[in-house]
């Protein structure tokens, strides 16, 4: 079990290294000898789990899916809308995150897989317009594939233009703004004024005090 989470955490190390230089210096710029400088690892243990760059590349566009989980919600609009705002949030911080984006966008010699960063949001956000179409929340005729490419085009437009001129540091605002205009195109009347387009409320913490000694 130790060398099994021994080999997890190597695996992670990697990961988070070589995102920090794709996304740092782009894909064809960045090296194995770069990257291996960054996790302290032998060439041998980068090698056991990755045998070539693009294999790490792979593995990052990979890991996009994991920030598509989604939040449980009763009106799936909101699923959509939260789904989208949490990926703006984690994009700031998250440079396994960041890199896999930065492979979509960027035209370079990397293959990418048959589904790419792309598919994997554009899947996600249309099975729940699918759900929310069926709960009553859709505008008729709306065509709900043409939303999804459309909500995942516009964020991947947004992102960049954050990107260059703050470093993502308004992208929650602008994915807001977005959905303002979005959602009147979108929702049914009854709904609008029911869904929220600000990140959600951060639970609060038990801040109770401890009992002062005598």
Known sequence: MAQQERGTRSRRSILEAAARVFDERGYDAASTNEILASTGLTRGALY???P???S???ALVAAHSEALTVREQPVKLQSVIDLTLEFAERLQTDPVLRASVRL???QTSFSRPPQTSFEQSSAAILTLLRQAEAQGE???GVDVEEAATTIVGSFTGLQVMSQVYTGRADLPHRITVFWGFLLPGLATPGLLGRLR???PPVPEQDETVPPRAS
Do not use: D, M
């Open 56 to 58: 790490i590349a792979v």
């Open 48 to 50: 056991h789990h990755f």
């Open 104 to 106: 979509a966008v960027e």
């Open 138 to 140: 859709i505008l008729p």
């Open 52 to 54: 070539s760059k693009e």
């Open 197 to 199: 387009t600000t990140p």
